[in-house]
């Protein structure tokens, strides 16, 4: 079993930078992925940023050259960093492991920014 808890978020202005961290625990795979995606209301919940273990990432369009993702795969934590951020990013933010076909959700994070 593998649990998955987030840390981070709240209110910002717009323009300004904010950091998310996920911490997962439990039977971790060596091999593995780690990401972000939100949701805001009304919306279907969308990939922010993934990051395998070996640090390939993907970023959703919306979010390249503003957010960045890192992972430290010895603590089994993965981090975003939001700078530049708009009202358009305000969302829950759930962070997801996956390993052997399986994904394990964290409770999510209110990220709200402020025009």
């Known amino acids: 079993q593998v649990q998955v808890v987030e840390s981070g978020g709240g209110l910002v202005q717009a323009g300004g930078s904010l950091g998310l961290s996920c911490a997962a625990s439990g039977s971790i795979f060596s091999i593995n992925a780690m990401g972000w995606y939100r949701q805001a209301p009304g919306n279907q919940r969308e990939l922010v940023a993934s990051?395998?273990?070996?640090?390939?990432?993907n970023y959703a369009d919306s979010v390249k050259g503003r957010f960045t993702i890192s992972r430290d795969n010895a603590k089994n934590t993965v981090y975003l960093q939001m700078n530049s951020l708009k009202p358009e990013d305000t969302a829950v933010y759930y962070c997801v492991e996956s390993q052997g076909g399986l994904h394990y959700w964290g409770q999510g994070t209110q990220v709200t920014v402020s025009s």
């Open positions: 990051i395998t273990s070996g640090f390939s990432t």
